[in-house]
């Protein structure tokens, strides 16, 4: 009995031996380790619009609020708009050399320019490489009410800059204020 035991035992041991010597030469993936990257062409416009802003640019709702406020009113959250008699596209209604530059950056970079992400990819890299102050202030608004009317007078004011921006800032920036979904101070 004693003899079977040690057998039992020995093997026991061996298999736990070979075991371990397979785990680990077996790579290990654990679920944060994958970069999970949402399907933006799944997504109603507004959602698409704010993940990519909360995933990427790492904005607050208040932020985003003024993001989606002029968007609103430059292009009704539609992608493929144009305005300004054809010298304005997408949601941003960029603006002629702007416009020009959102088809080369799209084409170069094997977006569609007509989609929400390959738009929002454009606007990072205009935020990133021209416009570095403009998201500096929206990362650092507070996130509430007032930060949403002030993310979207400066968006309007200093990314926008549309015809009577004295007057169309204030306007947005009173939409972002009542539509914001933060919590309210």
């Known amino acids: 009995m004693k003899k079977y035991k040690s057998t039992r035992l020995l093997a026991l041991l061996i298999a736990v031996i070979l075991c371990m010597s397979q785990a680990s030469a077996i790579n290990i993936v654990h679920e944060e380790d994958y970069e999970v990257i949402p399907d933006y062409g799944q997504m109603d416009t507004e959602t698409a619009i704010t993940t990519f802003l909360r995933r990427e640019l790492k904005l607050n709702l208040a932020a985003i609020q003024g993001i989606l406020a002029n968007m609103e009113y430059e292009s009704n959250f539609s992608p493929t708009a144009w305005g ?22 799209c084409q170069e970079n094997g977006y569609d320019v007509d ?5 929002m990819k454009y606007l990072q890299y205009e935020l990133e490489e021209n416009y570095p102050a403009v998201l500096e ?21 200093y990314f926008e800059i549309p015809a009577q921006r004295d007057v169309q800032a204030v306007l947005r920036g009173d939409w972002a204020y009542q539509r914001c979904i933060c919590e309210r101070a």
């Open 137 to 157: 202030y929206l990362s650092l608004v507070e996130d509430s009410p007032s930060g949403a009317y002030q993310a979207a007078w400066y968006w309007c004011y």
């Open 84 to 105: 300004d008699d054809g010298t304005s596209y997408g949601l941003c209604q960029w603006h002629e050399s702007r416009c020009r530059s959102l088809f080369s950056f």
């Open 115 to 119: 989609s929400v992400y390959g738009q």
